[in-house]
Nanobody
Framework: QVQLVESGGGLVQPGGSLRLSCTAS????????MDWHRQAPGKEREFVAR???????NYADSVKGRFTISRDKAKNTVFLQMNSLKTEDTAVYYC?????WGQGTLVTVSS
């Protein structure tokens, strides 16, 4: 049974940084595409970033240049480094693999 567990969310001031982690179990992690998505209060879930098994990356325009997705295949973990955070980045961030979602981790950007 595949499971994804996120961590690293919290409260940060505008301009600050956070690093989210997502650890996968029960799956051959290195073979799959992994995504981060987010859902702000009152809004639909939206795509944030994606990394392929070969390591190629894609980003939403709203986070390009500020966020970086990476993966550690040995640890079955994908990361989302978030820099220069803005209040509009406040959301629950979800890790996603084909057919599986994590439980989400809350990121709040506020002064």
């Amino acid at each position: 049974q595949v499971q994804l567990v996120e961590s690293g969310g919290g409260l940060v001031q505008p301009g600050g940084s956070l690093r989210l982690s997502c650890t996968a179990s029960g799956w051959i992690f290195g073979l799959g595409v992994m995504d981060w998505h987010r859902q702000a209060p009152g809004k639909e879930r939206e795509f944030v970033a994606r990394i392929s098994s070969a390591g190629s990356e894609n980003y939403a325009d709203s986070v390009k240049g500020r966020f970086t997705i990476s993966r550690d295949k040995a640890k079955n973990t994908v990361f989302l480094q978030m820099n220069s955070l803005k209040t509009e980045d406040t959301a629950v961030y979800y890790c996603h693999a084909p057919g599986v979602w994590g439980q989400g981790t809350l990121v709040t950007v506020s002064s």
